[in-house]
């Protein structure tokens, strides 16, 4: 069983830059199709962005030129930088991990793993 643990979240003025870290343990990342999610308060859990276990890249419009993917195979981690942040980025950020069909990549109902969460408040 895979556990995945967030760092790298915080407070930073907008136009600011975060990035966030998601260590894996228990097993490793290599098969799986990695992804971030985010949760704002009263709303529901969206599709952030997500590298495939095949190498490929799919991002949510609202994050795309803004936000990167990555993975480090050798450190079994995944990345998410975070670039021009706006307010409406603030949500507490979630690493998951899936092992599914690549179609349901951006459905949190189909994620296997996911972290405990990480907060990133970006002020105006």
């Known amino acids: 069983q895979v556990q995945l643990v967030e760092s790298g979240g915080g407070l930073v003025q907008a136009g600011g830059s975060l990035r966030l870290s998601c260590a894996a343990s228990?097993?490793?990342?290599?098969?799986?199709?990695m992804s971030w999610f985010r949760q704002a308060p009263g709303k529901e859990r969206e599709f952030v962005a997500a590298?495939?276990?095949?190498?490929?890249?799919y991002y949510a419009d609202s994050v795309k030129g803004r936000f990167d993917i990555s993975r480090d195979i050798a450190k079994n981690t995944v990345y998410l930088q975070m670039n021009i942040l706006k307010p409406e980025d603030t949500a507490v950020y979630y690493c998951?991990?899936?092992?599914?069909?690549?179609?349901?990549?951006?459905?949190?109902?189909?994620?296997?793993?996911w972290g405990q969460g990480t907060q990133v408040t970006v002020s105006s």
């Open positions: 228990g097993g490793y990342i290599v098969p799986y199709h």
């Open positions: 998951a991990a899936y092992a599914g069909p690549l179609r349901s990549i951006r459905d949190p109902g189909t994620v296997g793993y």
């Open positions: 590298h495939s276990s095949s190498g490929g890249y």
